[in-house]
């Protein structure tokens, strides 16, 4: 796409990482915005070596004003915002009888709040571009269950609020999905696997053949195959896709 420009939030590691990198074949400018600025950079220089020009904005998103400090510094570097990927959010996977209203609250702040605040922010621009929106929403919106209480009321939400905005952006040219990742190997996985196998006096190998098998899938997800998803959503080949939440799990949900 010539002159065109992807903002991709939570581009400093896992999904959020490996899309930002992805797009860079496909958008002139990438924009990466996460809370961690030297992880940002380091997605900044493989952005580069995949031909694209990165922004960085290091800002935490779960404050108020920064959706508008986001979007308002994307403009004025590239003038434009053809694509929105909300990745951002990492929601404490703790019991509903033990979370606190601070975690609570924290979980619903960034990955709820901030892409409502930011695809508001960004809409006038993303209609201009007849723009795309991604939210990344999860399995546990289906079927939450008591100690993934947090992360499942919040990824339900997400889905219910990208089903909203897809049907305001028929009306304005704006497409919007949202996509539903089942258990994908990130770095913050791999660090509970660790602790976990560490705990138990097992192999990481061990915990690697456990896990996947009690969520009745053969292995863990990339976060690169999910990237491959998001890229496919805002790309020309699916813009008569709007209002869809799509599944890549391995085949976690049983369900028809």
Do not use: C
Not at 103 to 124: V, Y
Not at 185 to 212: C, I, K, N, Q
Not at 218 to 243: C, D, H, K, Q
């Amino acid at each position: 796409m010539s002159n065109s420009t992807a903002i991709v939030t939570g581009a400093s590691q896992g999904i959020g990482q490996a899309t930002a990198i992805r797009l860079a074949k496909d958008f002139r400018q990438v924009v990466l915005v996460a809370r961690n600025r030297e992880h940002l950079l380091e997605t900044a220089k493989a952005v580069i070596a995949h031909g694209a020009e990165p922004l960085v904005i290091d800002i935490d998103l779960a404050e108020k004003a920064a959706a508008r400090v986001v979007v308002e510094t994307t403009l004025s570097a590239f003038g434009r915002i053809d694509a929105l990927l909300n990745i951002a959010g990492a929601v404490p996977q703790i019991d509903l009888f033990e979370m606190t209203d601070e975690q609570w609250d924290g979980g619903m702040a960034l990955k709820l709040h901030g892409a409502r605040r930011l695809t508001i922010e960004a809409w006038e621009a993303l209609k201009k571009a007849g723009g795309s929106v991604v939210f990344t929403s999860g399995n546990s919106a289906i079927f939450p269950k008591a100690p993934y209480a947090a992360v499942g009321t919040i990824n339900a939400a997400i889905a219910a609020l990208a089903k909203a905005f897809s049907d305001r952006g028929i009306s304005d040219g704006v497409q919007v999905n949202s996509v539903l990742p089942g258990p994908v190997m990130t770095g913050r996985r791999r660090s509970y696997l660790e602790h976990w196998a560490s705990l138990h006096d097992v192999t990481m190998a061990e915990a690697m053949d456990r896990f996947p098998r009690e969520a009745g899938i053969a292995r863990y997800g990339g976060p690169e195959e999910i990237a491959e998803l998001m890229a496919f959503l805002v790309s020309p080949a699916a813009r008569w896709m709007t209002g869809t939440m799509l599944r890549m799990d391995g085949g976690e949900v049983k369900s028809v």
